[in-house]
């Protein structure tokens, strides 16, 4: 990866965890701080592990097994769910989950909103 792209991932990460702290939550960037290979990219999303890819070209299955491995490599009591935001030029911010942890946290949304 050339310099270029990796401070496009830089950028990427600071734009996601700014994105996020505009909703509420007190994100940042994980890298900077911890350094070590398998940390979330951004961190302050409770209960997610999320892989940040800011790139035109995505392979998906790729990024999802990266974030993946990297959730999986946390102690297993409070394990984030893996996630991949991610997002193109000109285009708005996605998420992809593994379809089983996305229907856990629908049932969860699901289970509040009927409480209300």
């Excluded at 050339?2 to 960037?29: I, M, P, V, W």
């Excluded at 592990?49 to 998906?60: G, P």
């Excluded at 299955?61 to 946390?74: E, F, G, I, T, V």
């Excluded at 193109?88 to 409480?115: C, K, N, P």
């Amino acid at each position: 990866m050339g310099k270029s792209q990796r401070e496009k991932g830089k950028r990427g990460e600071r734009e996601l965890a700014s994105h996020l702290r505009d909703y509420g939550y007190n994100c940042r960037r994980g890298q900077q701080y911890c350094g070590r290979s398998g940390a979330a990219d951004v961190v302050g999303l409770p209960g997610i592990h999320i892989e940040c890819k800011r790139v035109e070209r995505l392979n998906l299955h790729d990024a999802m097994d990266q974030a993946m491995r990297d959730a999986n490599a946390l102690p297993e009591e409070g394990r984030p769910f893996p996630a991949v935001f991610h997002r193109r030029d000109h285009e708005e911010w996605l998420v992809t989950m593994r379809m089983e942890e996305w229907i856990y946290l629908y049932r969860e949304w699901e289970s509040g909103r009927e409480l209300g």
